[in-house]
Every structure is written in C-alpha cells, then in structure tokens.
T-cell receptor
Framework: LAKTTQPISMDSYEGQEVNITCSHN???????ITWYQQFPSQGPRFIIQ???TKVTNEVASLFIPADRKSSTLSLPRVSLSDTAVYYC?????????????FGPGTSLSVIP | KAGVTQTPRYLIKTRGQQVTLSCSPI?????VSWYQQTPGQGLQFLFE???????NKGNFPGRFSGRQFSNSRSEMNVSTLELGDSALYLC??????????????FGNGTRLTVT
C-alpha cells in the first residue's frame, strides 16, 4: 500500500468546514483512497472512498486531483461530535492485505 | 443490519496466560480481519480470514493465531501473554476483503490488559 502523510492534529470551531489533506505520492493505478473515523475506545468507521475527482455522501466529500498524489476529506459544518481521529488509507486491500498500514491519522478537535 | 460484534469487551489477564477473543461479522460478510491498536504503534494488521482460510498475515509472532468457522465467525488466540500484548484488538469484516467495493466494517474491539 502507498505510504500516506497527514497532519497529526487539527483544531476547528463548531460550524466551520474542515479540510484534511492526505499525501500519497506513490499511489498505484489500481489503488483507491478510503477515509475512516475513529472515536476513543471504538473501532474505525468507514466514511468515504474514491478513485478520482470528487465523491460526496451524506457526511463528507472527498476531493482527488487529477494526479491522485493527494486527497482532501471535507467535513461540512463540523460539530463537537466530529471530534475524532481520521485515517487516510490508500490501496487495494484485496491484493495487498498483508501490507495494510494505518498511519497515525489526524486528530481533529472541534471547539465550541 | 447488526454490526460487527466483538466479545468480551474488556479482559484482564496475567503474563504467561492465553486468551481467546471472538468476532461475529456482519451477516453475509465472508472476510474477517484482525488488528492490534496501541498508542505507540497505532493500528497494525494481524491476519485476515476468508471462507475459513487464512488469506493474509501481518508481521506478528506465532503466539498470535486465529481461525474462522463455517458461519464466518472468527476467533483470535494469543498464547503466553506478554505485557506488550496489552492493546485494543479490533476485528473488521467485509464482503470480499476490504477492496474498493467492500470497505472494512470494524467492531468496537476487545480491550486486553496484561498484568
């Protein structure tokens, strides 16, 4: 799996839009980009997944530029309950499961 | 649809003992994978089972083992426990193994403390 780099931590006020960028310079052609959210003492929760351009669901948007060497998770109007660690994962786990690497993630703190 | 269920939620064991953790995947999911999460090492992949066969294995010693039953339920066993095995053990299930069309669904883990 491609190695990813994310900011270790971010702070945001309630109601703001938060953008978390993940760098993955050696992403492979078949790799997808997946984001997970984890609250303390819980397992990671799938947020969104994409291959290129833009993907949107009910909780987030994922922006992927044409070169796919980075991606940005966008959380619209965050609330206190969005305080969590966000992980960016790049790869096709179906073929390289033994190399699954969750980085340290980005710890997002939402301030009232 | 019920999520991934892990039991027990908390466990305290003594060094040298062994422990068995259980994971019930989402109905219809055939792939079950296990992860160890510690503050120092983060989330690390242990192994993955698909249709009762270990399909992938991470870089952990042989004291860590697992199995999957015909109903896709999985168990993980750690023998000769060491203090460093204290961690949150997470199980995840997916339809086909975490590919782009079947993301991982995690349980809330078993918190193992070794004293």
């Amino acid at each position: 799996l491609a190695k990813t780099t994310q900011p270790i931590s971010m702070d945001s006020y309630e109601g703001q839009e938060v953008n978390i960028t993940c760098s993955h310079n050696n992403i492979a052609t078949n790799d997808y980009i997946t984001w997970y959210q984890q609250f303390p003492s819980q397992g990671p929760r799938f947020i969104i997944q994409g291959y290129k351009t833009k993907v949107t669901n009910e909780v987030a948007s994922l922006f992927i530029p044409a070169d796919r060497k980075s991606s940005t998770l966008s959380l619209p109007r965050v609330s206190l309950s969005d305080t969590a660690v966000y992980y960016c994962l790049v790869g096709d786990m179906k073929t390289s499961y033994d190399k699954v690497i969750f980085g340290p993630g980005t710890s997002l703190s939402v301030i009232p | 649809k019920a999520g991934v269920t892990q039991t027990p939620r908390y466990l305290i064991k003594t060094r040298g003992q062994q422990v068995t953790l259980s994971c019930s995947p989402i109905s219809g999911h055939r792939s079950v994978s296990w992860y160890q999460q510690t503050p120092g090492q983060g989330l690390q992949f242990l192994f993955e089972y698909f249709s009762e066969t270990q399909r992938n294995k991470g870089n952990f010693p042989g004291r860590f083992s697992g199995r999957q039953f015909s109903n896709s339920r999985s168990e993980m066993n750690v023998s000769t426990l060491e203090l460093g095995d204290s961690a949150l053990y997470l199980c995840a299930s997916s339809l086909a193994g975490g590919s782009h069309n079947s993301p991982l669904h995690f349980g809330n883990g078993t918190r193992l403390t070794v004293t």
